[in-house]
């Protein structure tokens, strides 16, 4: 396939677009900078700004663009920044692919399982209700960007992604070092419900649904979420170490500001939408992620 891809400078789209190479696909990449070689587009969202000239042929769009929400505090401009990052390059891209002479017949969206809100013990599936917090609006109004394509006609896969497992960048990244340390421990409660998926499985995840007929909410998660204590002692007993250092919820607050609620914040998600699709995780479960995780 022919893919152009966004967001790609990110964790998760630096390894997509070698994954995507790596199985074969012609991947094209949307830059902000002058382009450096032929596989790159530049585009500007901001401006809304994309020459669908320029893309040639697409089979498929990834859109991965938007700042990262634990990258600064949430001020009242970063907080403005996340939402118009990620809903000025859904629709930058969209209406660049809906006037292709032959538009894609899937664009694969991320999103986040944000879009629940505070769940508590509940299991929360695709077709659960949406939650009212800040980063419930968040995935609303980035997900409702994409609905030109999907009326359309191309298939919109709306990726929504739990807590992403890697060695190296977002929030386990820093985490390991600590845990390495011997300063890991329970965040807050630790009876909270963490959703995590493993970087191998979220690549192969993306990869399915450019291919398979699965439209709409699409959580990216292990099959089996875990309490946020059972997750520090995986990792601790993984990595040989101590995880008994817990960081109250009111230290991460003071840390951390508004974002903190995500962290401590309880959401048992599942990925029904997958599993019936009949994708096969490689890391199902927090022992295999952790795992995983050690080892990587």
């Known amino acids: 396939m022919r893919i152009v891809v966004s967001g790609a400078s990110g964790l998760i789209g630096r390894h997509l677009v070698a994954h995507l190479r790596n199985r074969g696909h012609e ?14 587009v530049r585009w500007d969202p901001a401006a809304g700004d994309l020459d669908p000239g320029r893309l040639g042929r697409v089979d498929a769009a990834v859109n991965l663009s938007g700042a990262g929400v634990g990258d600064h505090r949430w001020t009242d401009a970063y907080k403005d920044l996340i939402v118009r990052s990620r809903t000025e390059t859904t629709s930058t891209l969209v209406r660049a692919l ?3 002479d032959e538009p894609p017949e899937v664009l694969v969206n991320a999103s986040a399982i944000g879009a629940y809100g505070e769940g508590g013990d509940t299991v ?12 419930a609006h968040v995935v609303q109004v980035w997900e409702e960007a994409t609905e030109p394509a999907a009326a359309a006609g191309i298939r919109v896969s709306l990726a929504r992604t739990g807590l992403l497992a890697n060695p190296v960048g977002g929030a386990f990244g820093q985490m390991l070092t600590l845990f390495r340390l011997g300063l ?31 439209p709409g909410p699409v959580n990216l998660v292990s099959p089996e979420p875990a309490t946020n204590l059972a997750v ?8 040989h170490r101590p995880a008994l250092l817990p960081v109250p919820a009111a230290a991460l607050r003071v840390a951390l500001g508004e974002f903190a ?36």
């Open 124 to 135: 929360l599936t695709e077709g659960s209700p949406r939650g009212d917090d800040f980063l």
């Open 184 to 214: 890991g421990g329970p965040l807050g409660s630790g009876r909270q419900w963490w959703s995590l998926i493993s970087m191998p499985d979220e690549l192969a995840a993306l990869e399915f649904l450019l291919t398979r007929p699965v």
């Open 261 to 296: 609620g995500s962290i401590t914040g309880s959401q048992r998600v599942v990925p029904a939408a997958l599993l019936e699709a009949g994708f096969t995780f490689r890391h199902p479960d927090v022992g295999a992620v952790t795992t995983w995780l050690a080892n990587a």
């Open 27 to 40: 991947v094209v990449v949307l830059v902000r900078r002058a382009e450096r070689e032929p596989s790159e």
């Open 98 to 100: 809906l006037a292709l």
């Open 232 to 239: 520090t002692g995986a990792l601790g007993a993984a990595l």
